[in-house]
């Protein structure tokens, strides 16, 4: 359980806490191995590797739907990860985070209508530096996350 700052409690499923887990010892795996200054698909395709290994399902660059006045708009916006079709993983090989990296997962996570999601900038040191976990303050666990097809 998370707290917003104002009081307000989150609570994040367990299973979804349990693929943050998998996600965080993946990333650390990954930047073990390869460290900083590659680019950002060699960490995706090291990741999903990782994440394989351990039998876990997830999909690459999954579509992100926007609609727009009841209309869906393909604008060709794509989620790097998502694990077991509940947890976002966004990853990034920049020189440091900035707002609307973290702008981005957020919109993301509303969209999708996800708890949880996971911002990981590979081109750090130290991993941990670049670990971000970013919850969606508008979820709606009445609602099922969106489905999506690739």
Known sequence: MRTTGIGERIVVPAEVETLATIAVN???EVHRELGPGLLESAYEAAFAWELESQGVR???QVPVPVHYKGRRIELGFRADVLMGSRLLVELKAV??????HKAQVITYLKVLNLPLGLLINFNE???K???RRVLNLRHD????????TQ
């Open 26 to 28: 993946a990333a650390f």
């Open 58 to 60: 997830f999909q690459r």
């Open 95 to 100: 020189e440091g985070i900035l707002p609307v």
């Open 125 to 127: 040191v130290l991993i």
């Open 129 to 131: 530096d670049g670990l």
């Open 141 to 148: 666990a009445t609602r099922s996350p969106v489905l999506l």
